[in-house]
Every structure is written in C-alpha cells, then in structure tokens.
C-alpha cells in the first residue's frame, strides 16, 4: 500500500523529516522543484509540514484541495495564513510548551550574557589580551528589575528563573494575570520605565508588530537592557540599531531578528549587544520533543482524528 502524500517545505529539521519518510510519501517544496507536475500532485496532498518560520500563504493552501492539517514545528505559527486555513476546514497545529524551558534558558543566557559581557570577555582571554589589562565592569543582574512582555507559557517560564535570581518581576499582557503574583503594566512603555532588563516572547504577526518601539525603548533608557526571544517583527530593528548607537538603551541580546537569517551589519560590531542565529529551543532534547508533537499531529490530522495541539484561534 502506498503512502499518504504530504507536502514539506524545504529545510525541515531532520528529526522532524525522519519520523515523516517513516510513515508518508514527502514531497518537499513541490511547487518549486516540479511545477509542471504539482496538478497531477495537489489533489493528494493531506498533510503539510511547515517550520515556525514558513510562509504558507492563502494561495498555496487554495491549491491544495484534498489538505486537512498543517503542522507546524515551532511554537510560532504567524507565517500560516490562519484565516484562510479555517474558511478551507483545515487544521492548523504547532508545538507549544515542549519548547518552553529552552527558550526560557536562552532568555536568561542572554540576559546574563550582554549584562555580563561574556562574548567579549571569551574573546579578551582567547586573544590573549588578559596579561594586557582587565575588562569594563558588567552590570548585576541578580536583585535586578525584570520585565516580561508576554507572560505565556514561556514568559512564566522566565519568570520563574527571574524569581531564581532573586529579581523583581513585573509584566505586560493584553489581558492582566491577576492569579500571576506578579505586578501587571497596562503597556510595553509603562513597564519599559520600571525595569531594567525587558524580555520580549510575545507571538510574531500583525498584532505585535514593533510593539517595542523608539517610545518604549526610550523609557526602556541608558541604563535598560533588552531581550528578544519572541520574533523579529516585534521589535522596531531600526530604532533598536538607533537607541544601541546611540546610548539610547545599554545593550541587547537578540536571538530573533526582522530579515532572518541576514542581520543588519550595523548590530555585529557592537560591544553591547549578544546575539544567536535563532537558536532558542535548539537542543537535541527539544527538538526530538518538538518533532514528535510534529509528527504526532500530522499522523492524526492526516488520518481525520483530532489533532493534539491546535492553534488557539481554531480551538472549538
Ligand atoms: O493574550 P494575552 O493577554 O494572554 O497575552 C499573551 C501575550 N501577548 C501580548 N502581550 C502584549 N501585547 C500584545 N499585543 C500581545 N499579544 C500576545 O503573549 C500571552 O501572555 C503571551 C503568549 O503566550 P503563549 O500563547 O502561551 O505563547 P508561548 O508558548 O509563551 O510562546 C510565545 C511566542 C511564540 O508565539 C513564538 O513566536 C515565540 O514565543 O517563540
């Protein structure tokens, strides 16, 4: 008997596309690589499966009739074309909370990594200039104000190590958590002025877009550092180039970015500033978790039955 067909975008990570040649027929990229055949193709492809970072437009899913899940590796979802996927009666599935804890930890690793100045401080012992003088003091970070924006699953997540540290936690959400213990800012900007380190690890899309913007970095200020964890859209990049240059805000660890995977050459000659290739839920542990909740939905959704872990919008 042959196996059911899906469509893969190209790139997946191997985990992921090991337990799909398993169990499916995986076309990647079809659309691109035989377009002359993908007619013949499109009717029996039931399962598409995307990473957090694909685009799956509306118009790909209008060409795919007999499609009835997407599944996605990746928390974040907000290249799926959601709307169009339920008007077509399609699943749409990511894989939340396996990912928590390693986005969390990157979270404090970059905190701790820009307050402390770890990359230049690897850098001064491996250049062998540590016989030639010391470095700048860093800044603490435990006792320190802490501010989250998004108190989700990886927000608490955060939170929580933050309490570790013996930090004070604040947070903004559009919806306060009173159940939190934690004290709740209406806004970004409010929130920016009453910490000194912001974490960002809201969802990417239209909603968030540059909601840290020059008004919430400049009441972030000279001596605020901020965190990025959540995507690339969130943060207005220019005026967080203009605020780094500038003194604006005293430094910033980034793992996501507007354009990935180029980054702005202005941000690699910082001192001030850390950054990792979006790297954040990237263990062999998490992987493999998130690539069986992958595959899990996909197996489900392809076969008619219910999917493990919808996306909230099509949640009944
Ligand atoms: O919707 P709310 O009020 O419960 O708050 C959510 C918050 N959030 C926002 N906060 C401020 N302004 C906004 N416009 C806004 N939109 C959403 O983000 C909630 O507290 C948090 C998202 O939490 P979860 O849905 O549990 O997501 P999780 O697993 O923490 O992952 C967050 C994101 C992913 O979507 C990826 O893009 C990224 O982390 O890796």
Do not use: C
């Amino acid at each position: 008997m042959s196996l059911p067909d899906i469509y893969a975008v190209p790139g997946l990570h191997p985990f992921y596309m090991k337990a799909l040649e398993a169990h499916f027929t995986v076309h990647v990229d079809p659309v691109t690589k035989d377009p002359a055949g993908f007619a013949a193709l499109a009717p029996r492809l039931m399962g598409l499966a995307a990473s957090g970072e694909s685009k799956v437009p509306g118009s790909l899913l209008a060409q795919l009739p007999a499609l009835k899940v997407v599944s996605v590796f990746g928390v974040g979802y907000d290249g799926v074309d959601v709307a169009a996927a339920r008007e077509r009666g399609i699943a749409v599935t990511h894989t939340p909370g396996v990912l928590s804890d390693d986005v969390a930890d990157l979270a404090m690793l970059l905190m701790l990594g820009v307050a402390r100045g770890l990359p230049r401080a690897d850098q001064h012992v491996r250049n062998g200039l540590w016989p030639k003088g010391g470095l700048p003091l860093g800044r603490k970070v435990s006792g320190a104000r802490l501010g989250i924006v998004g108190l989700g699953r990886i927000g608490q997540a955060i939170a929580q190590r933050g309490q570790g540290f013996g930090m004070s936690i604040a947070y903004t959400t559009r919806t306060e958590k009173p159940g939190s213990g934690f004290t709740y800012f209406p806004n970004a900007k409010a929130l920016a002025a009453e910490v000194d380190f912001l974490i960002v690890i809201t969802p990417g899309g239209a909603g968030t877009k540059h909601l840290i913007n020059a008004e919430v970095l400049s009441a972030l200020g000279p001596q605020g550092f901020l965190i990025n964890v959540a995507r690339g859209s969130v943060v207005d990049e220019d005026a967080l180039i203009a605020a780094l240059s500038s003194g604006g805000i005293a430094g910033a660890g980034l793992d996501v970015f507007a354009n990935e995977p180029n980054v702005p050459e202005a941000l690699w000659s910082m001192p001030n500033v850390v950054l990792t290739p979006h790297i954040a839920s990237a263990t062999v542990q998490t992987r493999q978790a998130m690539a069986d909740l992958a595959f899990a939905n996909m197996q489900a959704g392809t076969a008619g039955q219910p999917v493990l872990t919808m996306v909230p919008e099509l949640q009944p």
